[in-house]
């Protein structure tokens, strides 16, 4: 089992970068492909990004790609979004998560994810 804990969250303005973290529990990180994901108010919550467990396959939403990148560090337990060129249908609650499961990073969807954190908010102001 994993523990998941997202941070940095914030305001932003149009046009400006923020970079959310994912700190994991336990000594297994390298054994769980991640993924991030974000629900807005009202709509359900979606797939924004996955890595694979070592880090060598990535992907990212249409809606994203080109501004977004996702990342980890095995060493320190930690998942990384970069989220640069931020809009206000941005803002959401983004949440980290993880599968034990080898993952097709393209086709991971919420369903298949087993661990989740809580979320932090992005909100990008116009």
């Known amino acids: 089992q994993v523990q998941l804990v997202e941070s940095g969250g914030g305001l932003v303005q149009t046009g400006g970068s923020l970079r959310l973290s994912c700190a994991a529990s336990g000594r297994t990180f390298g054994s769980y492909t991640m993924g991030w994901f974000r629900q807005a108010p009202g709509k359900e919550r979606e797939f924004v990004a996955g890595i694979s467990k070592y880090g060598s396959n990535t992907a990212h939403a249409d809606s994203v790609k080109g501004r977004f990148t996702i990342s980890r560090d095995n060493a320190k337990n930690t998942a990384f979004l970069q989220m640069n060129y931020l809009k206000p249908e941005d803002t959401a609650i983004y949440f980290c998560?993880?599968?034990?499961?080898?993952?097709?990073?393209?086709?991971?969807?919420?369903?298949?994810?087993?661990?989740w954190g809580k979320g932090t908010l992005v909100t990008g102001s116009p």
């Open positions: 998560a993880a599968s034990p499961r080898s993952l097709n990073t393209a086709t991971m969807s919420r369903r298949d994810m087993d661990y």
